[in-house]
């Protein structure tokens, strides 16, 4: 009897992610985290996201909520699926707070993406802790909310511009949404309305290291509680603590067997790992330049190119580099850049996929493509200096040499043991932060602090 006593005052966690794999991922581990430091944890999974994706963590309970769009969102525009989601989804979220406190499991705190900042009013009607979820870096938050408080003005008419904590920006090198808005209307709206009123939240978590950003994240604490969590990557690959983490427990594509045999055969740091993540759609002319240099390079290379993504491939292509290359539809990313073969990771400089190179030392070769990838491109080469950017031409194609110089330069040239002595620098700070009492493990620790006491008096 004592024992079900103790299970009923578990303080309880339900978080709400924006359904899509880059969000979805990092509050999963985020989850985990807490779910081994004693919190229950249920995840508000949309109908579309339950059914389509592969598995789920076993540590982690799940309940579905609608976004008005079960059968999957086809081509709706994100202005009208976001207004959809909050109508249709703050409806159902609160059916489900409703249902979980008449069963006596009530929820104590929503952890939300801010994406879904309607998240944080429904925590405020049950009046349970509400906690944002930053997916970015602090440096995009930052440039987000100067935008959205109307400290930058737009458009970017300045050659340079400068914040605090942030290296000198030129206008290219911002978000895609803040330096050509009119290419992303809907997405330029959702990404500033994460902004809307995150600092009325009892807390803001950021899936960032505080010794990766800690000058922007000092000056971000002066407004909001933030607090640095990450890396959220599975903890076999950090602290080993959670034995039975050993990947994100979560897969919208099927990832392809068939890689880690293949690099088994390689020598060290003799592989090209290239990815350009879940959502990015490279051009026929891009695919073709792109294709040339790991020819040219004459290293070994995997190739990740989703099935939609295949068809651009050139003629042959498959055929000619049998013998060098490897390509496939997906895999498990993180296996990958942890076999000692991988030499280089050539990368879009998606926020999660730049934490895994950091966290796993491994040099990039950033080629952004939209959204914040600029920004963490901007940090890779020119304040963590652990990787290079390459430069697209007038018509904003990367072209073969460049590519074959960066990779190059990475894996052989002068600059190459540089690069390499910083990864090793950074991959052992974010191991250290999320290691007991470690940054990241201090602030995990003062949050489940913080919600015993109140989960205690509630039940």
Not at 46 to 53: A, L, P, R, S, V
Not at 155 to 184: A, C, M, N, R, T
Request: charged share 25%; hydrophobic share 40%.
């Amino acid at each position: 009897m004592e024992k079900e006593d103790t299970q009923k005052v578990k303080p309880h966690c339900l978080i709400l992610p924006f359904p899509i794999q880059g969000h979805i991922n990092p509050m999963l581990q985020f989850s985990k985290r807490l779910a081994h430091k004693g919190i229950k944890i249920t995840l508000a999974a949309t109908k579309h996201i339950f059914k389509t994706t592969q598995h789920f963590p076993n540590s982690i309970s799940v309940e579905t909520i609608s976004d008005g769009f079960d059968e999957g969102i086809g081509s709706t525009s994100t202005d009208a699926y976001v207004a959809e989601f909050q109508r249709v989804g703050s409806r159902t979220l609160t059916d489900l707070l409703a249902k979980f406190r008449s069963s006596g499991r009530a929820v104590d705190c929503i952890i939300y993406d801010p994406f879904l900042p309607w998240g944080l009013g429904v925590a405020k009607e049950f009046g349970i802790t509400g906690a944002a979820f930053l997916t970015q870096s602090c440096a995009v938050n930052i440039i987000y909310y100067h935008v959205y408080k109307g400290k930058l003005k737009m458009p970017l008419l300045e050659k340079e511009y400068l914040f605090p904590g942030l290296p000198v920006l030129e206008p290219w090198e911002f978000p895609s949404f803040i330096y050509d808005p009119e290419q992303h209307p809907g997405s330029f709206e959702l990404v500033l309305n994460q902004i809307k009123d995150v600092e009325e939240a009892d807390f803001v978590f950021v899936n960032s290291i505080y010794e990766l950003e800690k000058e922007v994240t000092d000056w971000m604490s002066k407004f909001w509680q933030v607090k640095t969590i990450g890396p959220t990557i599975p903890s076999m690959y950090l602290d080993k603590k959670l034995l039975d983490d050993k990947d994100y427990g979560l897969s919208i594509f099927k990832p392809v067997d068939a890689c880690i045999n293949w690099l088994d055969k390689k020598p060290p740091k003799s592989v090209i790992y290239v990815s350009f993540g879940s959502m990015a759609e490279l051009q026929n002319e891009q695919m073709e330049e792109l294709s040339q240099a790991l020819k040219s390079t004459n290293n070994y290379f995997i190739w990740i190119v989703r099935s939609s993504e295949q068809s651009k491939l050139p003629n042959n292509f498959v055929k000619e580099t049998f013998e060098k290359g490897l390509i496939v539809s997906w895999c498990s990313q993180l296996e990958v850049l942890a076999h000692d073969s991988i030499g280089c990771f050539v990368t879009h400089c998606g926020w999660n996929s730049t934490l895994e190179a950091l966290s796993l030392g491994v040099p990039m070769v950033a080629m952004p493509w939209w959204s914040d990838q600029s920004v963490n491109a901007k940090f890779v080469m020119n304040v963590w200096k652990m990787g290079i950017r390459v430069r697209p031409d007038v018509n904003n194609v990367v072209r073969k040499g460049e590519i074959v110089r960066c990779v190059k330069d990475v894996i052989e040239g002068e600059g190459g043991e540089e690069i390499r002595k910083n990864t090793r620098k950074w991959r052992d700070l974010t191991r250290e932060a999320i290691e007991k009492g470690g940054s990241s493990d201090r602030n995990i620790e003062e949050f489940v602090n913080v919600l015993n006491p109140r989960s205690l008096n509630s039940k």
